[in-house]
């Protein structure tokens, strides 16, 4: 630790109390501290260095340190760098520069023996290499010795411990503090009884310098001597707890950040956001301040049911804070991944949760877990975020707390990954556009569930929540609706029906009159394909009842419902009860197709079962994708004749990727099954439109002359 005259760490533990000032003849070793090469070093010597070298650290660090120049001309060069630096009165925010904090120190620490591990030393040395490759750091020796330039060099400290202390407990900093000094048979010990969490005897140091660098980060960033920042640091910190480490985490960097900045600058920072885009859940930080009034924690992250890591359901939807925290913490859990969350994910959950509660909660500091986990390439998280998607998720935060953004680096274990995402990400911080978006408009239907579960239960505390998706999608297309077919809504007075439903079934005027009525039951689309079968059956005279199944479901009261999956089955179900006898029985309707849609269709089927309608039903059409199940028609109350009818008067259409190509094989009960080269829902239902509509034709009577309605015969 070097001596930094009139900082908090003027004085440093020595032997014997004594400060690292007054050592006498303290000796010298390379290695470049704070950027500076013409400095005398007073620092203690860290024996452990010649024993545990970092081949990388070693490499790119091998700067000696020595007493050169004039003292009074290197004080008129700063102030002249000080005039050159300051903000411009015009423009005195995008004026500034954007600082980085990176120090080669923090690669000490590593694993002991020999075997590889994602938490490696050149995980910063590969981001501090893109940045000087892109020309924003001036270091053709890589060693970290950069001075200011396009970018402004924030010196890395360690943490204090009265500065620790105000996120871990001192049980969790005097453990720490002691893994500097085993020999290596108890730091392998430590390791294997630890939860994913290694020790060398530089951790400790490297762990300060990690927490330190990111609190000078936020410092410089509230006292405006910097415009936002970026922390190039390593150990991680998001999964540390108040009382230990776990997950690669030492420290809570963040934690503690913030604890400082609020505790410091009470006057000007009294909200802080934490926003975790690690693809791993930040239990720690979630932990530590799940009861504070002034933090708002809000994380996307991998979940696969709590069986990721950190395996719980802490991570999940439903914890939102306790006691005065309560509505600060905001989870969107990713569950069913296969294949990756990419982009429109990402995006999605920004524009429909992230930035709106950010908004609505008006931050004065911004600090970013960045993880790049999430990243292209990374093999820990597997999922398809590019550098692209970062740069937009950077960009939009960057409208909150007047700019006043830390980026601190968590996880991401690709180099290749974190080194493109982290550039990425600092272009946009230093004022570049963030890059164009990879399949930014594409959102997984699974992906999208997960997020209505987050607004429905963000509700109750955000009032920014309280119009759900179902409700947006809604109210757009019954407009395209009402302007092209005056579609209106069709009142659904039942108790026992979700609340939900408001709005979410439309009808053409002539449901009650028309010889032929077709009832498309649908999940929520991402796309509007579903309206060209609406055309269709408009255009030749056909009644249409629209029924859009919201992803969840409400109480009166506007709460998630209790077991919302099976829930949303078994709304889906009596709403197309309903509808049959409340309207679609009592109309002169002889010919009626129907057609599910996703998950949907299990409200189809359950109708067939449950009620006699197969005199007057004329085709039955199933849109099935990769993520819904294929479901049977049951019997119900019509015995074995019902699955003969239904096999030789159904046209199921399953996704190519569908189970049912594989070892299993559909049955009567099935339907009779198309495979459609399409693999998602809205291209099946736009690559099946020409077959779906000549086999519909070919069952139903010719449409009456324009402008005439064909009245039911009395037969």
Request: aromatic residues 8%.
């Amino acid at each position: 630790m070097p001596f930094v005259p009139g900082s908090d760490t003027d004085m440093l533990d020595a032997p014997n109390g004594t400060s690292a000032a007054h050592i006498e003849n303290p000796p010298t070793f390379p290695i470049c501290v704070n950027g500076h090469t013409d400095v005398t070093f007073t620092g203690p010597y860290n024996p452990s260095r010649s024993e545990h070298a970092s081949p990388v650290a070693d490499q790119t660090s091998a700067i000696t340190l020595r007493l050169s120049g004039d003292v009074s001309a290197s004080r008129e060069d700063s102030t002249e760098k000080d005039r050159q630096m300051s903000p411009n009165k015009a423009l005195p925010i995008s004026s500034l520069k954007t600082g980085l904090c990176y120090d080669t120190r923090m690669m000490y620490h590593e694993q002991i023996n020999e075997e590889d591990h994602p938490e490696q030393p050149k995980r910063i040395f590969s981001i501090y290499s893109a940045l000087v490759g892109a020309g924003f750091v001036e270091d053709g020796s890589l060693a970290g010795a950069f001075k200011d330039g396009i970018m402004k060099r924030v010196d890395a400290r360690e943490v204090t411990e009265k500065e620790a202390l105000l996120a871990h407990s001192k049980d969790h900093w005097d453990y720490i503090s002691s893994t500097s000094a085993m020999d290596p048979i108890d730091l392998r010990e430590a390791w294997q009884e630890g939860d994913s969490v290694y020790f060398c005897p530089d951790s400790f140091s490297s762990a300060k310098l990690s927490c330190g660098g990111v609190i000078e980060c936020a410092k410089a960033v509230v006292e405006s001597q910097v415009k936002n920042a970026i922390a190039v640091v390593r150990p991680p910190g998001h999964h540390a707890e108040f009382h230990k480490p776990m997950g690669f985490c030492l420290f809570n960097n963040v934690c503690v950040a913030a604890q400082v900045m609020l505790k410091k600058y009470p006057e000007t920072i009294r909200k802080v956001l934490i926003l975790d885009w690690d693809v791993h859940h930040g239990n720690g930080t979630q932990a530590i301040f799940y009861d504070n009034p002034h933090v708002l924690y809000m994380s996307i992250h991998r979940f696969d049911g709590g069986k990721f890591y950190p395996e719980g359901q802490h991570g999940n939807y439903d914890k939102c804070g306790v006691d005065e925290g309560v509505g600060m913490n905001v989870n969107v859990p990713w569950n069913n991944v296969d294949g990756g969350m990419g982009d429109g994910d990402y995006m999605y959950a920004f524009q429909r949760v992230i930035m709106p509660i950010a908004l609505e909660f008006n931050p004065d500091l911004v600090l970013i877990s960045a993880g790049f986990d999430a990243a292209v390439g990374d093999e820990l998280g597997k999922c398809m975020v590019t550098p692209a998607g970062y740069a937009h998720m950077t960009h939009m935060l960057m409208r909150l707390a007047n700019g006043k953004v830390v980026v601190c680096l968590e996880g991401g274990y690709n180099l290749d990954s974190i080194s493109h995402s982290a550039l990425a990400v600092t272009k946009v911080l230093l004022g570049e556009p963030p890059g164009r978006l990879h399949d930014g408009d594409k959102v997984r239907p699974s992906a999208s569930r997960d997020v209505e579960k987050c607004v429905i239960q963000q509700s109750r505390y955000w009032r920014c929540m309280r119009l759900t998706e179902s409700d947006v999608i809604r109210s757009h297309q019954a407009k395209v609706l009402w302007e092209k077919h005056r579609m209106s809504d069709l009142k659904i007075f039942r108790d026992t029906i979700s609340v939900s439903f408001e709005n979410q079934v439309l009808a053409t005027t002539n449901s009650y009159k028309a010889e032929t009525l077709v009832l498309l039951v649908h999940d929520p689309p991402s796309e509007d394909v579903g309206n060209m079968y609406i055309d269709w059956a408009v255009q030749r005279g056909y009644a249409v009842m629209d029924v859009n199944i919201p992803q969840a479901l409400t109480t009166k009261e506007g709460t998630l419902a209790e077991q919302h999956e099976y829930e949303v089955m078994r709304q889906t179900e009596e709403i197309c009860m309903y509808l049959w006898d409340n309207y679609i029985e009592i109309s002169d309707a002889k010919n009626i197709i129907l057609l599910g849609v996703g998950d949907a269709f299990v409200g189809i089927l359950y109708l067939l079962a449950n009620r006699e309608c197969r005199e007057r039903v004329k085709g039955v059409i199933g849109i099935v994708g990769d993520e819904n199940g294929l479901r049977a028609c049951k019997p119900g109350i019509h015995g074995d004749i019902l699955i003969d009818w239904y096999f030789n008067n159904s046209l199921i259409f399953c996704t190519q990727e569908h189970n049912v190509w594989g070892v299993r094989r559909g049955k009567k009960k099935h339907g009779t099954i198309r495979k459609s080269p399409a693999t998602n829902l809205q291209d099946v239902l736009r690559e099946a439109y020409d077959e779906m509509t000549h086999w519909l034709t070919d069952r139903l009577p010719p449409p009456p002359p324009p402008g005439v309605i064909r009245r039911p015969s009395n037969s």
